[in-house]
């Protein structure tokens, strides 16, 4: 069969995949391979591994600016969003050196439009006007990840991970399938790194690769799925570690009514990025709560998980919340501040917890998740300091050093090492 010409596809490539010349050569053959065999290709680069954690302790160096002259955030965005530069011309060159006619686009010159959120900015809109009618052209548009122009002019990183984000915004725009190349051969029943038991999925819904993402699994950046959610855009995690060409394993993230097989309990995330907060000896009467989370709303602090209990003192309570590690000393401040209007006796900080998630949409119609989840947790000796809920999934806040046990447990009490994998197929 001839192939479809001009049929279009994004191709992102992570920093594993990018890490040095012998790896972006091995992308740019994978993205030859794809235009030889017809497609119009918009390929998506991470900077080089490292290199972007490598800036943002630079930044760290160069210390917060004083009193006046603003948070800083927009210069981080100039240093953090330049290691993906680097990476789009190289890999631009070596397409050209394999022949293959490509031109890069940096994101202010798509562009990609974002809000002013320096640092976590949301793209607005993606204009494919001229990227389109390129690559349809057969130039190969090499565009860098993370990167947006700001609604204040400035350019703009999207977050960490942010590079899928890039990568499914260009696939809406350019209404294309998006195939995501990273260092592992698709989405596994739990991140592999802790579990070797875990299982690859052939196929994982958005609701379900939603909560994941959301939940600590790294493999693909929580607004880059609800992207692909909301635009229907069908995305497809391989490895970059294969030969063009050859069958490579894969996951496909697809609606609920296109998975073939449906589990109880599909996969296990968790999150060393976590910090509880907890606040000592309240006054239990109505608007204690109101007062703290004004506070930290005021602060722009996203607390996740909150537990109260009454303490032994009468008529008080202690309330312990979570937020994300980095929000931990914002959020110690923000309470502090406000300790008189809320009339906590003391505040503690631990950093050393972490969250560990069950999901599954098998959970909507079935009961005795939470038991399992319980009674493992339990039988391990590990300790839950905090719970939440979804309709699809069951959080727990742990010790950090008890996560990884907490991880395999839950993986063997669902059967998640039994999980069949079947290969992914090129469409879905
Ligand atoms: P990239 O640089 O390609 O964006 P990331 O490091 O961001 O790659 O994401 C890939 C990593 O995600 C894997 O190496 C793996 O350790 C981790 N990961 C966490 N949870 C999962 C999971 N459920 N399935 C696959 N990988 C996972
Ligand atoms: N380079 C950025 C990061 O390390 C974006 C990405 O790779 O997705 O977070
Ligand atoms: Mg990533």
Not at 61 to 69: D, E, F, M, T
Not at 287 to 305: E, H, P, Q, Y
Request: net charge negative.
């Amino acid at each position: 069969m001839m192939p479809r010409p001009h049929s279009r596809l994004v191709m992102k490539f992570g920093g594993t995949s990018v890490a040095d010349m012998t790896r972006i050569r091995r992308a740019a053959e994978l993205v030859a391979a794809e235009v030889k065999a017809g497609k119009a290709v918009a390929v998506v680069v991470s900077a080089m591994a490292g290199v972007t954690n490598q800036y943002v302790t630079w930044t760290d160096v160069a210390g917060p600016p004083a009193p006046g002259l603003g948070d800083g955030e927009d210069e981080y965005d100039v240093v953090v969003s330049s290691g993906e530069q680097v990476t789009a011309g190289l890999m631009t060159m070596v397409l050209r050196n394999l022949g293959v006619a490509s031109r890069s686009w940096l994101g202010w010159q798509v562009p990609i439009h974002t809000d002013t959120g320096h640092g976590h900015a949301r793209i607005t809109g993606v204009e494919a006007d001229t990227l389109g009618p390129a690559i349809d052209q057969g130039v190969v548009a090499v565009v860098p990840g993370f990167q947006g122009l700001g609604a204040d002019g400035r350019i703009t990183t999207l977050g960490r991970g942010g590079s899928d984000t890039t990568a499914v915004a260009l696939a809406a725009a350019l209404h294309a399938p998006c195939d995501i190349y990273t260092d592992v051969d698709g989405v596994y029943t739990t991140d592999p790194r802790v579990e070797p038991k875990a299982r690859r999925l052939a196929q994982v819904c958005y609701p379900e690769m939603l909560e994941m993402a959301a939940m600590g699994a790294k493999v693909l950046a929580a607004r880059a799925v609800e992207l692909a959610y909301a635009h229907q855009v069908p995305v497809r995690v391989l490895s970059s570690f294969s030969e063009p060409g050859q069958p490579r394993g894969g996951t496909w993230i697809l609606n609920e009514d296109q998975i073939m097989e449906h589990r109880l309990v599909s996969a296990v995330a968790h999150s060393l990025d976590e910090a509880k907060v907890t606040l000592r000896h309240l006054p239990d009467h109505p608007g204690t709560a109101a007062r703290i989370f004004d506070a930290l709303g005021a602060a722009d602090i996203n607390v996740d998980m909150i537990v109260q209990a009454r303490s032994e003192a009468q008529a008080r309570a202690d309330l312990a919340f979570s937020v994300g590690r980095r929000d931990a000393r914002k959020a110690m401040n923000a309470v502090k501040a406000a300790q008189e209007a809320i009339g906590f006796s003391e505040v503690l900080l631990d950093e050393g917890v972490a969250k560990v998630s069950v999901i599954g949409v098998g959970m909507r119609s079935h009961a005795g998740v939470a038991q399992t989840l319980f009674a493992t947790l339990a039988a391990q000796k590990i300790n839950v300091q905090a719970i939440s809920t979804s309709e699809i999934k069951i959080s727990v806040l742990v010790d950090e050093a008890q996560a990884e046990s907490a991880v395999k447990a839950l993986h063997a009490a669902y059967g998640l090492a039994e999980v069949s994998t079947q290969n992914c197929a090129a469409t879905p």
